[in-house]
């Protein structure tokens, strides 16, 4: 457990590293030029590196709690006429999968995924909520 734990603090500390390189890069391109005494120049720098930081480090640190890579729940569309327990083609969020179908399912209705495994999706009729 604490090799795993040294492991992730590893990967989220090269995470913030990249915008620590860019400042690095700024201000040796300021000192090269000789303007990094020059007010008009360092404070427009300074605002745009503080802001490309800012945006690094949101991005960053929102995309590495997501798992893109899930689809149960999602609704999907059904491209062939699948039978229960045989496979067919099916669309979810516009991306063609490999489907199972878990009962008769016909080309056209509407699929909710219940299991993703082996890059095949487990999918069954979605169920029509009526208003009462």
Known sequence: ???LSRTIN???AHAYVIP??????????LIATGYIYDPIVDVPSAA???FL?????????????RNLFTY???????????????TGYVVVEGEYWVA???????SGEE????????????VKKKANEALV
């Open 1 to 3: 457990m604490f090799l």
């Open 10 to 12: 590893f990967f989220v």
């Open 20 to 29: 620590v390189i860019i400042i690095i890069v700024v201000l040796i391109v």
């Open 48 to 50: 745009l590196i503080g």
């Open 53 to 65: 930081t800012y945006r690094m480090i949101y991005v960053i640190a929102k995309t590495r709690k």
């Open 72 to 86: 149960r729940g999602k609704v999907g569309r059904a491209v062939d006429d699948i039978p229960k327990g045989k």
């Open 100 to 106: 199972v179908g878990l009962e008769d399912i016909k």
């Open 111 to 122: 699929v909710v995924v219940e299991e993703m495994r082996d890059l095949k999706l487990f």
